[in-house]
């Protein structure tokens, strides 16, 4: 089936949402933490045991990477461009419920602040960013993604995940295929690496190529042909684990439930995946999930994809 790329961003918007609102029931938690909280894998929305956050969360309720990728649209609309210090003045406007780091840049209350954390607050994000570019000009798709990440994330690792999965977005939306999909995943990953400061961290594109060795090894269960890799909080650990995910899967529920069982930063890591996957797969997006976190979050997505299509370079 052919779909627009206004069909597309919905669906990656929607795969966010849905991603990082069932994801949510798991963070933090172990895989065998997860069954004996919840009496078996998770299989849908249930309201949140949630003993790992400092917030309470309602069933189906999204949390700050669906935020923060709001917020990056409704700037990129209002700006017509990545505008970082319309970011900033957007992220300083009121606490975001669930972000680590909002105190902590709003203490700094500083317009041209540049950050250096370097988790997944910077590739949870970004898709936004990969609806704006088309795949053919990669280096500014990267240059947008600094832009969006520099407040925050200026580091080698946190901005080289942002780029691959901004990148995975744009060709998805595209309507490349899989296999070109990630493969300008990597590339852009690669370019990202070399902006920002150097830090210490595995290299996104190897863990990637390991991911997708485990991958092809043919055992069954893609929780076993995962092992080793680490579904984590650091950007390189989850835009990696989100990418096997891609790899790994053909539906956005699949990815999705298989984030939320494996826990670690799984609302970040399903989010990522489910944008993914449901622009490359839009009907794979259960319905049923678009619609009940749409009516928990009084979310209206529609316009903003359009929005955003409107603007792709």
């Excluded at 949510?24 to 949140?48: L, N, Q, S, V």
């Excluded at 493969?183 to 690669?190: V, W």
């Excluded at 990522?272 to 979050?297: C, F, K, Q, Y």
Aim: proline share 5%; aromatic share 6%; with cysteine.
């Amino acid at each position: 089936m052919t779909y627009s790329a206004e069909e597309r961003a919905l669906a990656c918007l929607r795969g966010v949402a849905v991603g990082d609102a069932l994801g949510k029931m798991t963070e933090g938690y172990w895989p065998g933490e997860i069954a004996a909280a919840y009496g078996g894998p998770i299989t849908d929305f249930r309201e949140p045991i949630q003993p790992c956050s400092g917030h309470t969360w309602a069933r189906a309720e999204v949390t700050d990477d669906t935020t923060f990728t709001l917020l990056v649209a409704h700037s990129i609309l209002a700006q017509g461009l990545v505008d970082r210090r319309d970011i900033s003045r957007r992220i300083l406007a009121r606490p975001i419920k669930g972000w680590p780091g909002w105190a902590e840049f709003a203490a700094a209350n500083d317009l041209d602040h540049v950050g250096h954390r370097t988790g997944n607050g910077a590739p949870m994000r970004i898709a936004p960013v990969g609806i704006i570019h088309r795949p053919e000009n990669l280096p500014r798709l990267v240059d947008s993604v600094e832009q969006a990440c520099i407040m925050t994330h200026h580091v080698a690792s946190a901005l080289s995940a942002a780029a691959a999965i901004a990148a995975a977005v744009s060709a998805a939306v595209e309507g490349w295929s899989k296999g070109q999909v990630l493969a300008l995943a990597l590339e852009a990953a690669a370019l990202g690496r070399k902006r920002g400061q150097v830090n210490w961290a595995p290299d996104l594109v190897r863990v990637v190529e390991v991911g997708q060795q485990k991958l092809a090894e043919g055992h069954d269960g893609l929780g076993w042909r995962l092992r080793g890799l680490n579904p984590g909080f650091e950007a390189w650990e989850g835009a990696s684990f989100a990418l096997c995910l891609v790899a790994g899967t053909e539906s956005v529920r699949e990815a999705i439930l298989e984030a939320a069982n494996q826990g670690g930063d799984a609302d970040s890591v399903a989010a990522m995946a489910g944008g993914i996957l449901a622009a490359l797969h839009p009907t794979s997006l259960p319905a049923d999930w678009v619609a009940e976190v749409e009516r928990a979050n009084g979310l209206d997505l529609a316009p903003i994809a359009r929005g955003l299509v409107a603007l792709r370079h």
